[in-house]
């Protein structure tokens, strides 16, 4: 039974909120993206905050890319990551994708502007020497289709995973999508051609995100949400525990609805595994995939762990946690088409209980979602 707690919503809350002890770890402030950007993606990793986001025309926008040293008080200079390609910002969902890799090599994959009706979904890293990205590339081969966003993921070891899902060749229709997985081996260096990451015939949301996510173990994590018999639209969880060669699937949320719901997912690591967030049913959720497990859980006993509040329009949700297990889980309210939204965040302690209400803050601009990031100190950061 999913928990449901009885703590009401706060309505435009400050931005910084702190409840009584006035740990670090209490501490939640907002973000703004610079340049006024929008669809931030954010890895801190090695004591360097990675961020890309969006700025121009949403329906030709260009990638920015950025590092601070100082978690978001100041950044480095802007590289551009497109220098060709444009990406796209209509619908949230299919902007660019960032991971990190070995030796802190920034990798970011995109959904091309409309190229001959073809869709890419173009790749592109920086240079050895850190000072620009490379010429993109587009990693669809066969597996053309591309509408909903495409995921990334890195590992230390070189590894890096492009997912996407699009029909079979030949097919249309969202019940004959699936997941497709582009690998390389060599730092993004080539890629293999695509493959079926995922048998089972359970479709794919054609509108909707992914999310990835690799652990320096060898482990690599995907979610996506369905479209078996068209309404079955679930969340599933896709894991590998042999750097993408096979995966294995878990429903992890049932959603029965008859369209396209726009959706993304977030993957995080944390010390006790990698935190889960997604929307069913215009509600936010979040759990744990414990270390070597391919389901998502709940610390406590509830399967997964629900928004407080009534559920409105509840989209983009990020979990992160602190290096003491406790978890920031931050998700939008109110966004639609071309509509503009609130950032609503609540705290949770290691074992998975409320140690805050909700609160809420103006800011997220149309066709953008939120990002998240948690400070050494145990604070949390807000990226809007």
């Known amino acids: ?110 959904n091309g502007v409309n190229a001959q009706n073809r869709m890419p979904m173009f790749y592109s890293r920086l240079n050895d020497s850190g000072t620009a990205f490379e010429p993109e590339r587009n990693l669809i081969t066969t597996a053309w289709g591309l509408d909903g966003g495409g995921a990334l993921a890195a590992d230390p070891q070189g590894n890096v995973f492009a997912f996407w899902h699009a029909p079979l060749p030949g097919t249309k229709g969202e019940e004959n999508r699936r997941v497709w997985l582009a690998k390389s081996a060599n730092d993004g260096t080539t890629f293999e051609p695509e493959h079926i990451a995922f048998e089972n015939p359970v479709g794919a949301c054609g509108c909707c995100g992914m999310k990835a996510w690799a652990d320096p173990d060898g482990t690599v994590y995907a979610m996506f949400r369905s479209a078996d018999q068209i309404v079955n639209r679930d969340i599933w969880l896709l894991t590998s525990k042999d750097h993408g060669r096979t995966f294995q699937g878990s429903n992890t949320s049932h959603w029965n609805i008859g369209a396209c719901v726009m959706s993304s997912e977030s993957l995080t690591p944390g010390p006790n595994g990698v935190l889960a967030a997604w929307e069913t049913e215009k509600q936010a959720w979040f759990g744990l995939i414990e270390k070597g497990s391919t389901k998502v859980t709940n610390p406590i006993a509830a399967p997964i762990t629900a928004a407080d509040g009534q559920p409105g329009n509840r989209k983009h949700p990020v979990a992160v946690a602190n290096k003491n297990g406790d978890t920031l889980f931050t998700w939008t309210e109110g966004m639609a088409w071309k509509k503009p939204g609130t ?3 609540q705290l949770y302690n290691a074992k998975g209980k409320a140690i805050s ?21 145990g604070s949390f950061v807000v990226v809007y």
């Open 357 to 377: 209400s909700v609160s809420t803050t103006d800011g997220v601009p149309a066709w953008s979602l939120i990002a998240a990031f948690a400070k050494p100190d």
């Open 1 to 110: 039974m999913f928990s449901k707690l009885r703590v009401a919503l706060s309505a435009l809350a400050v931005v910084v909120y702190a409840f009584a002890s006035e740990s670090p770890a209490s501490r939640v402030t907002t973000l703004r993206v610079p340049d006024n950007g929008i669809q931030p993606q954010v890895v801190l990793r090695d004591g360097v905050l990675h961020l890309i986001y969006l700025t121009g025309a949403p329906e030709k926008a260009d990638i920015i890319y950025r590092q601070s040293k100082d978690y978001g008080q100041t950044f480095s200079k802007p590289l551009q990551v497109n220098t060709k390609e444009f990406a796209m910002a209509i619908g949230n969902i299919r902007g660019p994708q960032l991971a990190i890799g070995r030796n802190g090599r920034a990798h970011v994959a995109w």
């Open 343 to 345: 950032i609503s965040w």
